[in-house]
């Protein structure tokens, strides 16, 4: 039996399948001088006010997360997913479309929330502990750790499937890099609705359950 021609559909995760932002989450647990330094560092960056690779390492390294902050923040992403998530994947899997979480995020901290809405596939930063949970660093050469990183995992993608319809959903303009690369890009303004990300979107939503009309 051959299989249909694949169609993916890549989503951020971050303000998007979820509330909240993990790594502002992970400072929040260091006190509110931290977090409301790493916050503004991660607006900037999301707003493309400065480049991702500037602040990437630099958040974490003020941060220096344990291994039990994972399973913390994790449980978060899932307490905050977006209310209609869960059905809209289901959906999407149903009318034959593979949904991969595409993020500038963290793989341990992301993988209960992909379990739970039932997505396979994660493209994000790993984190690296000692035998103490204790934090030694992440994947610095992963490409979402920098700007234009979403664009190269999607054209990796695309070598690696060959879909016939490509699309991406964020709410940053790390996500906005992709629409070059992708058959559509739609941004995502639930929780933070970037004007230069609904300037240069395709089309844009408030609600992943809208996803469903846009891609029939």
């Avoid at 303000?15 to 929040?28: H, K, P, V």
């Avoid at 479309?97 to 995020?105: E, M, N, Q, R």
């Avoid at 964020?170 to 609904?198: C, H, M, N, W």
Wanted: with cysteine; charged share 25%.
């Amino acid at each position: 039996m051959v299989n249909p021609p694949a169609k993916l559909i890549c989503l951020d995760c971050d303000s998007t399948l979820s509330a909240i932002e993990g790594i502002d989450e992970l400072a929040r647990l260091r006190g509110p001088e931290v977090f409301a330094a790493v916050e503004a560092q991660t607006r900037d960056a999301m707003e493309g006010k400065i480049s991702v690779e500037s602040v990437f390492g630099r958040r974490l390294a003020v941060i220096r997360p344990h291994r039990d902050d994972v399973g913390a923040i994790g449980r978060r992403y899932i307490e905050e997913v977006e209310p209609t998530a869960l059905d809209t994947i289901a959906r999407l899997k149903a009318d034959g479309w593979t949904p991969i979480i595409l993020s500038g995020g963290f793989r341990p901290i992301i993988a209960p929330l992909a379990a739970h809405l039932g997505i396979a596939r994660i493209e994000a930063v790993d984190l690296h502990f000692d035998g103490a949970g204790n934090y030694t660093g992440y994947d610095e050469n992963y490409p979402t750790t920098r700007s234009g990183g979403k664009p190269a995992v999607i054209t990796a993608l695309r070598r690696e499937f060959s879909p016939v319809r490509m699309v991406m959903v964020g709410d940053g303009v790390s996500d906005l890099e992709t629409k070059p690369v992708v058959d559509q890009f739609i941004g995502f303004g639930r929780y933070t609705a970037r004007a230069k990300v609904k300037a240069g979107a395709h089309a844009f939503i408030h609600s992943l359950a809208e996803l469903i009309p846009l891609l029939k």
